[in-house]
């Protein structure tokens, strides 16, 4: 059974770089495939996909967040990291990670596998 834990910071204060990071257990991030990605929900709305690592290494990103944001992995934790820079009170959202089929992530199918996802909220 793959799980998927999101961590870090639940408070970020504006202009700083928000930092989360997904440990994955029961399947390695680099099996064929398979694709890893951050999507987001703020408050009120609906789910709002940030970007995929894929098995390859490769990377995917949100036009409207590429500026900002960077997917990292570390194969020897399992683990991979959503940096977020110059964060607003707009990026106040449940962050979650997720095991996916596919690149871009708009809803969950089935298959899939999401963390249970971390509030992050952005305040001074």
């Known amino acids: 059974q793959v799980q998927l834990q999101e961590s870090g910071p639940g408070l970020v204060k504006p202009s700083q770089t928000l930092s989360l990071t997904c440990t994955v257990s029961?399947?390695?991030?680099?099996?064929?495939?398979?694709?890893w990605a951050w999507i987001r929900q703020p408050p009120g709305k609906g789910l709002e996909w940030m970007g995929t690592?894929?098995?390859?290494?490769?990377?995917y990103y949100s036009p409207s967040l590429k500026s900002r944001m960077s997917i990292s992995r570390d194969t020897s934790k399992n683990q991979f990291t959503l940096q977020l820079s110059s964060v607003t009170p707009e990026d106040s959202a449940v962050y979650y990670c997720?095991?996916?089929?596919?690149?871009?992530?708009?809803?969950?199918?089935?298959?899939?596998?999401w963390g249970q996802g971390t509030q992050v909220t952005v305040s001074s």
């Open positions: 690592k894929a098995y390859s290494g490769s990377t």
């Open positions: 997720a095991r996916t089929r596919e690149v871009v992530v708009t809803t969950r199918l089935p298959g899939d596998y």
């Open positions: 029961g399947g390695s991030i680099t099996a064929d495939s398979y694709y």
